[in-house]
């Protein structure tokens, strides 16, 4: 167990550390952030993904080997120890962890202590004993939220090592590949519920997916906290973001016209080296002094959009459309028109999520055992002289239980014996 | 309605006020009957402290639970209910006495929140959030009065036997079951709060679990009580070792709630 308590100790270390640097950057990032040397450090000890580095799997899988162990070692034990605490023999012969009282009414102290159900035998030399032992499943709680953990690891483990998930954002019309599936998803429609306020009640999104290999679509539509499944894959509402329509004439002829998101570059269909980059979005666009262009609302009421043009990766310019305005590029213009909001959403496929809520439930029912149910066992024998002698265990109940027993034995006209050592964990 | 919550608000931050005046007086002048009428007062207080968040609730509309003001004032009455039924239960005043500071502390922290009844944002719209939000209240409250009992416990190492806080003051093996007590509640609620919480994240975002700093530092917390729980097993640790894991768990708390927020980045900062 000392062993044990390093390794949480290492492990809860290791997350508080991790989480103070922020995860998942380029060199670079990080070289601003925190200078060269700390930047080398931080990608040699792979603390930029520190939650999938070696060391910190190898910690979690020490403590499961450690769990594991632990577990399969105190199965015995346990069972052996289940079985002696409800087995007055054992009880009779031991003395250590005991509290005992003397009196005549043995029946009045059991109910005082909530424990009247006993069961009456006979010692080898023909004296009565009356027996009742309570919560002993108590006794399994640890090794039970041992095993939840193990499980939800596990479960955890296998999600990350066999899952799939993606990423897919559209704007409503768009198709897009689902990853590496050779599924397409297309969003027919994506509809925003908005308050009297301009703030979101609600985002829904209407899919297809489509297998194109087996000629079969299915649909489905999603919203903020009700995700739907379609081909194996859960689809979850995830986000959200603001895309136009970009229309291109060259010539003062109709070039192209394109659906983008904010954040997606354009390239120029007869010219592929000239490309538009739609930066950002402002529905409801105001420059304020000092920190830059902003959006006043979520409603589009004077929209803005910010763009940049680059050729043959050369940056030609940068600036903010407003409104219907155009960008003239030599024989090209554009202008960005129809905005609306894109879909951003969640796709995954996790096998073992179940496991991980199975552990986790199993883990809570341990707590529960350990904790709520304390195993008591009250052994009453009668003496020669009719005088019944009752000794009781608990197997976490500690000074507390030794309270209620002296408690129950004054009250049930019982004198408490010695000054006996007490059980408390 | 919320002028109503306001009056009561203001009353019962008042009310806290006065009970740890008295029980401040309880301590210093040593007079029982202080502490006794401090613990009546405290239960009027709860009375009312509920009253404020039914009627926030009512006006809200929803589980009032979801930005920094509401759950502070949550907190504070999760602490004010926990520290009650412990003080009965074990008829220990003195844990009043200490417990009525913070709880005073974090119901002026809540004062200073803005108080504005905001729409939630889609994501928050679910009930495993309640449940969520709910059970993390319940746990913090329970770890609050663990921090409070490890505080008495260490203060208690330095003190005589037979003055006045060695007749009010448990002996150290009843101390640490209470502080026992107080952790098993706090790490079956927190238990609750991480299984509730992912099982949101998992419907709101698809991640039942994406090492986001909230989620990680909720995770360091039950882990330290874990740590706790593992120490009190051990003979020769028992106690201040114990104690001061619960110190350290408390801490973690208190930042897994305020510090996430405010220095750390991550999914939960609206919150
Ligand atoms: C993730 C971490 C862990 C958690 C949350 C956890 C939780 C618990 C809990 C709740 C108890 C019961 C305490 C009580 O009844 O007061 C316990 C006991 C115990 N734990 Fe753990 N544990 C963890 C890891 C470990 C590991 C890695 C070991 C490996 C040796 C271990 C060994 C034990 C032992 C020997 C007991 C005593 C059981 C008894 O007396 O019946 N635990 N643990």
């Given at each position: 167990m000392?062993?044990?308590?390093?390794l949480?100790?290492?492990?809860?270390?290791?997350c508080?550390f991790?989480?103070?640097?922020?995860?998942?950057?380029?060199?670079e990032?990080?070289?601003?952030?925190?200078?060269?040397?700390t930047?080398g450090?931080?990608?040699?000890?792979?603390?930029d993904?520190?939650?999938?580095?070696w060391?910190?799997?190898?910690l979690?899988?020490?403590?499961?080997?450690?769990?594991?162990?632990?577990?399969?070692?105190?199965l015995?034990?346990?069972?052996?120890?289940?079985?002696?605490?409800?087995?007055?023999?054992?009880f009779?012969?031991?003395?250590?962890g005991v509290?005992?009282?003397?009196?005549s009414?043995?029946?009045?102290?059991?109910k005082?202590?909530?424990?009247?159900?006993?069961?009456?035998?006979?010692?080898?030399?023909?004296?009565?004993?009356l027996?009742?032992?309570?919560?002993?499943p108590?006794?399994?709680?640890a090794?039970?939220?041992?095993?939840g953990?193990?499980?939800?690891?596990?479960?955890?483990?296998?999600?990350?090592m066999?899952?799939?998930?993606f990423?897919?954002?559209?704007l409503?019309?768009?198709?897009?590949p689902?990853?590496?599936?050779?599924?397409l998803?297309?969003?027919n429609d994506?509809q925003?519920?908005?308050?009297?306020?301009?703030?979101a009640?609600?985002?829904?999104?209407y899919?297809?997916?489509?297998?194109?290999?087996?000629?079969?679509?299915?649909s489905a539509?999603?919203?903020?906290?009700?995700?739907?499944?379609m081909?194996?894959?859960?689809?979850?509402?995830?986000?959200y973001?603001?895309?136009?329509?970009?229309?291109?004439?060259?010539?003062?002829?109709?070039l192209?016209?394109?659906?983008?998101?904010?954040?997606d570059f354009?390239?120029?269909?007869?010219?592929p080296e000239?490309?538009?980059?739609?930066?950002?979005?402002?529905?409801?666009?105001?420059l304020?002094?000092?920190?830059?262009?902003?959006?006043?609302?979520?409603?589009?009421?004077n929209?803005?959009?910010?763009?940049?043009?680059?050729?043959?990766?050369?940056?030609?310019?940068?600036?903010?459309?407003q409104?219907?305005?155009e960008?003239?590029?030599?024989e090209?213009?554009?202008?960005?028109?129809?905005?609306?909001?894109?879909?951003?959403?969640?796709?995954?496929r996790d096998?073992f999520?179940?496991l991980?809520?199975?552990?986790?439930?199993i883990?809570?029912?341990?707590?529960?055992l350990?904790?709520?149910?304390?195993?008591?066992?009250?052994?009453?024998?009668?003496?020669k002289?009719g005088?019944?002698?009752?000794r009781?265990?608990?197997?976490?109940?500690g000074?507390?239980f030794?309270?209620?027993f002296?408690?129950?034995?004054?009250e049930?006209?019982f004198?408490?014996?010695?000054?006996n050592?007490?059980a408390?964990? | 309605?919320l002028q109503?919550?306001?009056?009561?608000?203001t009353?019962?931050?008042i009310?806290?006020?006065?009970?740890?005046?008295?029980?401040?007086a309880?301590?210093?002048m040593?007079?029982e009957?202080?502490?006794?009428?401090?613990m009546?007062?405290?239960?009027g207080?709860?009375?009312?402290h509920t009253?404020?968040?039914?009627?926030?609730g009512?006006?809200?509309?929803?589980?009032?639970?979801?930005?920094?003001?509401?759950?502070?004032?949550s907190?504070?009455w999760?602490?004010?209910?926990?520290?009650?039924?412990?003080?009965?239960k074990?008829?220990?005043p003195?844990?009043?006495?200490?417990?009525?500071?913070?709880?005073?502390?974090?119901?002026?922290?809540?004062s200073?929140?803005?108080?504005?009844?905001?729409?939630?944002m889609?994501?928050?719209r679910s009930?495993w959030l309640?449940?969520h939000?709910?059970?993390?209240i319940?746990?913090?409250?329970?770890?609050?009065?663990a921090?409070v009992l490890?505080?008495?416990?260490?203060f208690r190492?330095?003190i005589?036997?037979?003055?006045?806080?060695?007749?009010?003051?448990p002996?150290?093996?009843?101390?640490?079951?209470?502080?026992?007590?107080?952790?098993?509640l706090?790490?079956?609620?927190?238990?609750?709060?991480?299984l509730?919480?992912a099982?949101?994240?998992?419907q709101?975002?698809?991640?039942?679990?994406?090492?986001?700093?909230?989620?990680?530092?909720?995770l360091?917390?039950?882990?330290?009580?874990?740590?706790?729980?593992h120490?009190?097993l051990r003979r020769?640790?028992k106690?201040?070792?114990a104690?001061?894991?619960?110190v350290?768990?408390?801490?973690?708390?208190?930042?897994?709630?305020?510090?996430v927020?405010?220095?750390?980045?991550?999914?939960?900062?609206?919150?």
């Amino acid at each position: 167990m000392p062993f044990a308590i390093a390794l949480l100790v290492l492990l809860a270390a290791a997350c508080a550390f991790s989480s103070t640097v922020t995860q998942g950057q380029s060199y670079e990032y990080y070289n601003a952030q925190y200078g060269e040397r700390t930047a080398g450090l931080i990608l040699a000890l792979r603390l930029d993904d520190a939650f999938h580095s070696w060391w910190f799997i190898g910690l979690s899988a020490a403590l499961c080997l450690n769990l594991l162990c632990c577990n399969l070692i105190r199965l015995p034990l346990l069972l052996k120890r289940s079985r002696a605490f409800a087995n007055p023999e054992s009880f009779i012969s031991s003395g250590s962890g005991v509290t005992e009282a003397c009196g005549s009414e043995p029946e009045k102290l059991l109910k005082a202590l909530g424990m009247p159900d006993a069961k009456e035998m006979k010692t080898a030399d023909g004296r009565r004993i009356l027996f009742s032992v309570r919560n002993r499943p108590g006794l399994w709680g640890a090794w039970v939220c041992h095993l939840g953990i193990l499980l939800l690891i596990l479960g955890f483990a296998l999600g990350q090592m066999t899952g799939k998930q993606f990423t897919v954002y559209g704007l409503p019309g768009q198709t897009k590949p689902l990853g590496d599936t050779g599924l397409l998803v297309t969003v027919n429609d994506f509809q925003a519920e908005v308050r009297e306020d301009g703030s979101a009640e609600q985002f829904t999104a209407y899919l297809i997916a489509e297998d194109p290999a087996a000629d079969t679509r299915e649909s489905a539509s999603v919203s903020v906290n009700a995700p739907a499944s379609m081909y194996g894959y859960k689809f979850f509402q995830n986000s959200y973001g603001w895309g136009a329509d970009i229309r291109i004439t060259k010539d003062g002829q109709p070039l192209q016209t394109e659906a983008v998101c904010a954040g997606d570059f354009l390239a120029v269909k007869d010219k592929p080296e000239l490309v538009i980059y739609f930066q950002a979005f402002y529905p409801d666009y105001v420059l304020i002094e000092g920190s830059g262009p902003s959006s006043q609302s979520m409603l589009p009421k004077n929209p803005a959009y910010l763009y940049r043009v680059y050729y043959q990766n050369q940056l030609l310019g940068m600036n903010a459309l407003q409104g219907n305005e155009e960008l003239t590029i030599d024989e090209y213009t554009v202008v960005f028109e129809n905005p609306r909001y894109y879909t951003l959403l969640a796709v995954k496929r996790d096998h073992f999520t179940w496991l991980v809520l199975i552990g986790g439930i199993i883990t809570l029912a341990g707590l529960v055992l350990a904790f709520y149910l304390c195993p008591t066992a009250v052994c009453a024998v009668e003496e020669k002289n009719g005088i019944w002698r009752v000794r009781a265990k608990s197997s976490k109940g500690g000074v507390l239980f030794r309270e209620t027993f002296e408690k129950a034995a004054e009250e049930s006209g019982f004198s408490m014996k010695g000054e006996n050592e007490f059980a408390s964990g | 309605m919320l002028q109503a919550e306001n009056i009561l608000f203001t009353i019962a931050l008042i009310g806290y006020f006065i009970m740890t005046i008295m029980n401040f007086a309880f301590v210093i002048m040593k007079k029982e009957k202080l502490a006794g009428t401090a613990m009546i007062l405290q239960t009027g207080i709860l009375v009312l402290h509920t009253a404020v968040l039914v009627l926030r609730g009512l006006s809200a509309r929803r589980w009032p639970m979801t930005n920094q003001y509401e759950f502070a004032v949550s907190f504070a009455w999760a602490l004010c209910l926990v520290s009650l039924i412990f003080i009965r239960k074990y008829r220990f005043p003195v844990l009043g006495a200490f417990a009525s500071p913070l709880i005073l502390l974090i119901i002026g922290y809540a004062s200073m929140q803005s108080r504005e009844v905001r729409e939630l944002m889609p994501s928050l719209r679910s009930s495993w959030l309640a449940f969520h939000v709910s059970t993390a209240i319940i746990g913090y409250g329970a770890f609050g009065v663990a921090f409070v009992l490890a505080l008495i416990f260490l203060f208690r190492s330095r003190i005589k036997e037979d003055g006045f806080w060695g007749q009010h003051i448990p002996q150290p093996e009843k101390l640490d079951m209470i502080s026992y007590r107080s952790v098993s509640l706090g790490m079956l609620f927190l238990t609750l709060t991480i299984l509730t919480g992912a099982i949101w994240a998992e419907q709101a975002w698809g991640s039942y679990w994406s090492w986001d700093p909230k989620e990680t530092w909720s995770l360091v917390t039950w882990i330290i009580y874990a740590v706790y729980l593992h120490l009190r097993l051990r003979r020769g640790w028992k106690g201040k070792a114990a104690a001061w894991f619960a110190v350290i768990g408390f801490v973690c708390v208190i930042f897994t709630y305020i510090g996430v927020n405010t220095f750390l980045p991550g999914i939960h900062s609206y919150a």
